[in-house]
């Protein structure tokens, strides 16, 4: 599908949610396999995503801008 940030190559969707897209991914720099996800611009639930930490729920990496999407890093 292409690279992002010249780090991330997004592979396949892997889920859909009203907020957006959930890919599988790879991280080229630490050669691991991660789930990206791209929401709608507005959504900010990357910001509560950031507090959470529970052995149940996803780890969150990092979020950043791209040609006007917001990407996160999980």
Not at 57 to 71: A, H, M, P, Q, W
């Amino acid at each position: 599908m292409g690279l992002v940030k010249n780090r991330y190559q997004l592979l396949n969707v892997i889920g859909r949610g009203m907020s957006g897209s959930v890919y599988r991914a790879k991280d080229i720099l630490s050669n691991r396999y991660i789930a990206i996800k791209v929401i709608e611009s507005g959504a900010k639930e990357y910001d509560f995503m950031k507090q959470l930490e529970h052995k149940n729920i996803v780890k969150y990496y990092n979020n950043f801008l791209d040609s006007g999407k917001r990407y996160l890093v999980l």
